[in-house]
């Protein structure tokens, strides 16, 4: 599939995830034979002030840092910060990443290198990541290789940003020394894994008589992690909030009710109110403003 269509694909897909992830409710089923009643913490819950990341400069570092990131929480990884960079990028910021984001990466693809398949593509990928960081400049072209032609949308979102780009692509640049004096906004995610099985029935064939359905069960693992987003500027912190994981159900009705989309929701929430602009002050209380008829009736009266 061409690179550009790939790309639209899976941005469409973020754009509506990020919708989703401020609005919608939504289906889906899992369960675990494994007992753990659920409590939510309520720090994920805490409003945090408006326009508490609202920056003159509308220019910042972001560094994201996985503890614990496994090759099956790969995905997830990426997909979340696919969306948080759109949606940073969608208030016209420049982001620039972290030099210990770039190395956290390389880290990844050279761990991970014999399960990212094909081998080809995570070593073209682990290449241009290297590239990127031993020159400063990050080249969006670099990742378009002919390794990436046989990867379907599928492969592109286990490797998000690097074979889907974001929109506004041009924004984004590696930190490098000019990022100093930046603001930077430092996330830091800690990963842990849980087992569940699951069942799904279907029929054997379209309009198959009651009772021909067929019962495919097997176990997976969902992923799901524990944050700390903090704002930092020449050495102080300006804003820091913790979001504790949220425990694990034994079933999940919809996805909503999972930790993960819990805990990236809340994120995302608060990363949006933070971009918000400063509500204008309203006026003194107990003065009105004059009415435009009596306005206009002064400047006749005046000679």
Known sequence: MPWSCRSQIVLMN???????????PAIGRCGTNQASEVTSPATNAVAVPESWLQLPSRELVLDLQHESLEYGARRDAGEFLATLLNVLLGANYKVRLSDE????EIKYYRENQSQEMPVEMSRALLSCLE?????????WDCFKGDFNRTAGPTSAERHLPWLAPPFKAKLVSLAGAAGTNLACLRLSLKWSGHSYGGGVQHSRRPGGLPGETVLLEGRTKLWAFAGDMRLTQGGQTLFQKVYPREEWQRTYVTIYEQPLWKTSQAILQDVVTGLRPKPEPKGEPGKKKPRKQSQASERSNTP
């Open 131 to 139: 590239r990127a960081r031993a020159s400063g400049v990050l080249d």
């Open 14 to 24: 973020l754009t509506t995830a990020l919708g989703l992830v401020l609005l919608l």
């Open 101 to 104: 984001f770039i190395q956290g």
